[in-house]
Each structure stands twice: as C-alpha cells, then as structure tokens.
C-alpha cells in the first residue's frame, strides 16, 4: 500500500511513525512534511488546504490510500477532491467536516442527536454576547464559531476579557461551563461501523496548573487510570453512533477521525466539542499505545470496510507527551532559534524547518515533543520529561505537571 499523508506537525509526525511500522505500507509520502518526518518518508511540496493540488498529488504518487491529518484542509473539501480521483481517503467530506469548522453546526448536529452537551447560543452582536453572558454566567466559555487552531477557546471569569474575544471574533457560540475533567476520545469510522481508540487527556492551557491562555496542547497522556470504567461505551451509545446516525440522515455521512472532546461532569460525559481528526498532542500518545497496524485500520475506514476489521490490539502500560514551546507561545511566538537534542527516538517535530547545512530550526509556537511508553504511567511520565530535558531551545519552555495528578491520584469524578 502506497500512502499520502497529509500535513507537516506533530500529530502529523505521529501518524507517519504509525503508518512507517505497518508492513503492509510499502511506501509513505508526506507533502509538506517535516524535518522529523523526513526520517521515514519521502517529502514533497504541497499546499494542504489546495484541493487539487493534493488530489494531483495522489495521483502522481499513485497513492492507495490519502490520509488528511490537519482540519484546516479537510473544510477546505481535500478528501472530497481525493475521492472525486478515486482514491481512497482517510478523512471526512468538507459538508462533515463541518462538526468541527462551525461549533454552530456541532451545536445543530447534537440537539438533533439529543447528544448530551452544554446548553449553548450563537451570538454575532454585542447585545446577544451580554445576554447569553447574564444567563450562562461565570466562568464564562467563549468559542470562536470557525477553526482557530485550538487557540478560539476562551474559559475566563474575566467578563470584560470575555466580551473582548467576542468582538474579536464575530461570530461566536457562547455556551454554559462543564465542570469536571476533561477527556478526549478518539473514534475510527467508515459513517456507518466506529471504532473506539484509547481515551486520553490533555492540557490546553500554557502554565503549570492550568493558568494561562488555551493553545493548541501543551502534553498528553493516555491511558486513564481514573476514568468510570464504562466511559468509552457510554460515550459511544449516548454520542457518537447517534451523531453519526444524524449525519446520515442529513446525508453528509461522516467518514475519518472523529475527536469527541468531553467533561466528565457530576450528570455523566457532556461533550465540549467534537473535531474532525486527530488530535495535537493526543495522537501521539494514543499510537504510542496501538500495536494494531495503523495503514491497515485507516484503509479499513476510508474504504467502508471498517465492521470486518479485526479488534484492535493495544501494547500494556502507558504514554506521556510534553510539548516544548517556543518563546512567547502562544501569544507571538519567536522562529528561527537553533534546536539540539532533538534528533532521538521519542523526539516528536511539530514546527521544525531544517537549514542546507543541517541546522534545526524552531519554526513554530509548538515546536517539538518528547513521548515516551512505560510500564505505568509515573515510568512514562519521567521517561517523557528525560527525552525533553535534553532538548536545547532558546527560551522555550514546557509545562512540568503533565500526567501528574494522575500519577498521584488526585484526579476524582464529581458526583
């Protein structure tokens, strides 16, 4: 199987270790890539959100399957432009694509699911902002409607700094607080079978115990020792096999990754988001785990043959990821400062570029990861933060509490 993969971060990194270890993957392209990636794949220039131009692409590798790992193309309707070629794609329609490139449209998708989330509003003016803000009340949530890159999310008791991210963005859903840890699920489909994959937590805000402003994700861990033991199949018997039924009826089936983003609250899992791929830095910590072969599972989804793949097989112990930022993440992070110790097994790339001359550069807000296995998940955590200590990088900084109050079991349910 010839396979095309689409992207150039850390989740994208991620993927291409997974998809290098099937052996039914004889070759593995990755447009744009990056400089970790190059270690296992042939890289080639694209624009990703280009429909045509990566469709183009596909057919000139002569891709067997295409996985579109970011979410910015998958709205942009390149697995649509895959599948028009057809060849086989691993991602949802631009039309699905929706769940995750309008929180207005996740909001419709649910209420018609009756898919237990927070009650929410979409407001476009300052009136409608102050009226929702009065009912909803602190902590106030503020989500830009469209993709923001994991950074559209504003949780604050700040009033004034939540109207001011309203008019910023224009268009935003304002919806009530979900109390309780939080969980991310990932689901493999074809639109009609689903296939549940390790839950696993992450840390979205910048400092250690969660101050600071959201970001694309700081770490990860999996799996969690103290979610309720019937998690996965509550969630998939109360959320995703309706919404997938929903979006069926609508006939926009949703064909890919489907992200669940939850609060495990005191009425039981309530979903904060849905996303249309995997996510940063969740995948890395997930396939860490598979032993499943990755192309195989992907190939299964992408071609509707998903209900006849075997059970998926998981390695024993546990994952963490730390995310090593660059200076001023994420507010304006700085490029272009050299980076050493990256080159090592467990070194995830996600804003790497490399010079002629083999220098390694940062060349984004999160810049790389260190993830590492373990026989538990104090051993994987203390292996992730050895692999990030020995990383030099110019006023980067990382958070140093990822997976620990799990480690030290002060993560509890409310009830």
Not at 67 to 75: N, Q
Not at 267 to 274: A, C, L, W, Y
Request: glycine share 12%.
């Amino acid at each position: 199987m010839r396979v095309l993969l689409v992207g150039g971060g850390g989740r994208e990194h991620a993927l291409a270790l997974g998809l290098a270890g099937d052996p039914a993957v004889e070759a593995l392209v990755a447009a744009p890539g990056n400089p970790g990636i190059a270690a296992v794949a042939q890289l080639r220039e694209v624009t990703p959100t280009d429909p045509a131009a990566v469709a183009a692409l596909a057919v000139e590798v002569a891709a067997d399957l295409v996985v579109v790992g970011p979410e910015a193309p998958l709205v942009a309707g390149v697995a649509d432009a895959v599948r028009a070629k057809g060849i086989a794609v691993f991602g949802p329609s631009a039309e699905a694509a929706r769940l995750e490139g309008s929180k207005t449209f996740a909001k419709d998708v649910m209420t018609a699911a009756a898919v237990p989330t927070a009650r929410a509003y979409t407001c476009e003016d300052a009136a409608a902002v102050a009226r929702a803000l009065d009912e909803f009340g602190a902590p106030y949530v503020v989500k830009d409607d469209g993709l923001a890159a994991g950074k559209g999310v504003v949780v604050t008791d700040d009033r004034a700094a939540a109207e001011r991210h309203a008019a910023e963005c224009g268009r935003v859903v304002i919806e009530e607080y979900l109390s309780g840890p939080e969980v991310s699920l990932f689901v493999v489909t074809d639109g009609e079978a689903a296939v549940p994959l390790l839950p696993a937590q992450d840390f979205k805000r910048v400092g250690d115990g969660d101050t600071g402003p959201n970001t694309g994700g700081m770490g990860a861990y999996a799996p969690l020792p103290w979610a309720p033991p019937n998690l996965v199949e509550d969630v998939m018997r109360d959320v995703v096999h309706p919404t997938l039924a929903e979006l069926r009826r609508r006939g926009t089936p949703f064909a890919g990754l489907l992200y669940v983003g939850l609060a495990i609250t005191p009425s039981g899992p309530r979903v904060i988001e849905f996303n249309a791929r995997f996510g940063d830095p969740e995948t890395q910590v997930v396939l860490a785990l598979l032993e499943t072969p990755l192309g195989g599972l992907l190939h299964a989804a992408a071609t509707g043959t998903l209900g006849a793949h075997p059970p998926l097989r998981w390695r024993d112990g546990a994952a963490v990821t730390v995310v090593v930022a660059a200076d001023g993440y994420p507010a304006g992070p700085r490029t272009g400062d050299v980076i050493t110790g990256a080159d090592r097994a467990g070194i995830i790339h996600a804003g790497t570029r490399r010079d002629a001359d083999g220098t390694l550069r940062s060349a984004g807000g999160r810049v790389l990861c260190g993830t590492a296995t373990g026989p538990d998940l104090a051993a994987a955590r203390d292996a992730a933060y050895e692999l990030v200590r020995d990383v030099e990088l110019a006023g980067s900084h990382h958070r140093t509490d990822i997976a620990a109050a799990a480690v030290d079991g002060r993560i509890t349910i409310p009830g």
